[in-house]
């Protein structure tokens, strides 16, 4: 199926440091989600977003809807060790999901 | 804390025996996907049903596998006869989608924790 173009695909980033990441399409979506995946756990929703431009903050987290509606990107500030995980974008469009491949975020003390 | 919850959470069987995976969607949510997760293919949509009426099964093998809705509270996955390339995750979600027109908006989706699938 479609999927989304997600980067970076890994990041390795000191404590404190803030991360960002994004996800393109070629495709205009009406929602977009964020979602972390910790190992042998689902995914979990962090992020929801329903319209273009619109940005959303979770603590340290800030995801927002791009105006073309194309892309969204996800913002950690000041990362600290259980960040770390896979984060997935998500976009949807008519009833449908399409995610990213994900980026693994490693956290390093 | 409302959450999808998914049996088993692990299962073990042989090539060519029935494996049956169950889906509690969060009470009040219209929508229930499957989805199975592995390394090189990521998170597929197998099915997807609003209101109990399936919608999308286009990326399910329909020879072997079924998905269906008995009643709002269980979601069934059945994969008969299993295969060992059906090792994976299989995740179900749940989500609210509110129908404007003929073209849904999906509001939002949440998983549970997966049952994870290995066939021998």
């Known amino acids: 199926g479609q999927q989304l173009n997600q980067s970076p695909q890994s990041m390795f980033i000191q404590e404190g440091e803030d991360v960002s990441m994004n996800c393109t399409s070629s495709s205009i979506f009406n929602t977009w989600l964020w979602y972390k995946q910790e190992p042998g756990e689902g995914p979990v929703l962090l992020i929801a977003?329903?319209?273009?431009?619109e940005l959303t903050s979770n603590g340290r987290l800030t995801a927002q809807f791009g105006i073309t509606r194309k892309d969204s990107f996800l913002n950690i500030s000041a990362s600290i060790p259980s960040d770390v995980g896979i984060y997935f974008c998500a976009g949807a469009t008519g009833n449908q999901f399409y995610f990213g491949t994900g980026t693994s975020l490693t956290v390093i003390p | 804390d409302a959450r999808v919850t998914q049996t088993p959470r692990h299962k073990v069987t042989e090539m060519g025996q029935e494996v049956t995976m169950r889906c509690q969607p969060i009470l009040g949510h219209n929508t229930v996907f499957w989805y199975r997760q592995t390394m090189m293919q990521g998170l597929e949509l197998l099915a997807y049903?609003?209101?109990?009426?399936?919608?999308?099964d286009s990326g399910m093998p329909k020879d072997r596998f079924s998905a269906e809705m008995p009643d709002a509270t269980l979601a069934t996955l059945k994969i008969q006869p299993s295969e060992p390339r059906d090792s994976a995750v299989y995740f179900c979600?749940?989500?609210?989608?509110?129908?404007?027109?003929?073209?849904?908006?999906?509001?939002?989706?949440?998983f549970g924790p997966g049952t994870r699938l290995l066939v021998l």
């Open positions: 979600a749940s989500g609210f989608s509110l129908v404007t027109g003929t073209r849904g908006l999906q509001e939002t989706q949440y």
């Open positions: 977003l329903y319209k273009a431009g």
């Open positions: 049903f609003r209101n109990r009426a399936p919608l999308d």
